[in-house]
């Protein structure tokens, strides 16, 4: 990690931060929801495969659609508490301000990333509605999976954004 084990782990204090931050929590444990249902059909489809000899049919489109959306979920909140992987060999012996300087690029660049993530998959669901792209055992429209990234992923644009601000401003102090 980036920031000495003396620090605490960032929680915002202003008001916008704690809405941001409150938001983030939501959309991750509404992910965690997701993620817990994947886990007990998947935990069905062993017992359904152990006991009658048959797997749920389309299970494994469930997971990755799951998957995919809890996965996507998780990334804002994990922005805001500063539990992303920070590589910091070169970082380690710079003064605060240095890395907070650097920690707010990191934060711009990934805003920047996610924004054009959201972007793009914006145009993805619109053009799997429109072609009508579905899985191929059990005809689940692809683009239902990219309705609840698509926010996620703009809500983690928005969270760089707001952690970057918050390291520029710790950059000053």
Do not use: K
């Amino acid at each position: 990690m980036s920031e000495p084990v003396d620090e605490d782990v960032f929680a915002p204090s202003d008001p916008l931060g704690r809405v941001v931050l409150l938001v983030c929590r939501a959309v991750a444990l509404a992910g965690g929801l997701v993620l817990v249902a994947v886990a007990a059909m998947s935990a069905a489809s062993v017992l359904s495969r152990w006991l009658l000899g048959r797997s749920l049919m389309g299970d494994f489109e469930l997971v990755q659609l799951g998957c995919a959306i809890a996965v996507a979920s998780f990334l804002p909140y994990c922005q805001m508490r500063r539990g992303h992987v920070i590589v910091d060999f070169f970082t380690v012996n710079l003064e605060r301000r240095s890395r907070a300087w650097l920690d707010a690029l990191g934060a711009l660049l990934l805003a920047a990333c996610a924004a054009l993530v959201a972007w793009r998959m914006g145009l993805g669901l619109v053009n799997a509605r429109a072609s009508g792209e579905s899985s191929m055992l059990l005809g689940v429209p692809i683009w239902l999976a990219y309705v609840p990234m698509v926010p996620s992923f703009a809500l983690l644009a928005l969270a760089g954004c707001y952690t970057a601000w918050a390291d520029f401003r710790r950059q000053r102090q």
